[in-house]
């Protein structure tokens, strides 16, 4: 009966042990890839207050305090107005 136990005890260890090894990738590969982007990621003033001066940290523009965005949001933004004209 004891070693019923133990067995029992054992693999629910290894299980436990398996899956959370498992589970601590999946969030390590999910991190680096937000460091990798936030790195990466370059960050203007929508109104262009400072012509096209990038930043690599979102926050606030110095001269109109506006939120900075993504330079790539700002160009689906920008191909996005210029195929909708009004007529």
Do not use: R
Not at 2 to 26: D, E, P, R, V
Not at 28 to 38: C, Y
């Amino acid at each position: 009966m004891k070693k019923q136990i133990i067995t029992a005890a054992l693999l629910f260890t290894a299980t436990m042990f398996i899956t959370s090894c498992g589970s601590n990738n999946s969030e390590t590969k999910t991190e680096k890839s937000a460091i990798e982007e936030s790195a990466t990621a370059q960050y203007k003033c929508p109104m262009k207050c400072e012509g096209e001066k990038k930043y690599d940290k979102p926050g606030q523009c110095p001269k109109c305090n506006m939120d900075l965005q993504k330079v790539e949001e700002m160009d689906e933004q920008h191909n996005h107005d210029s195929t909708h004209t009004n007529h």
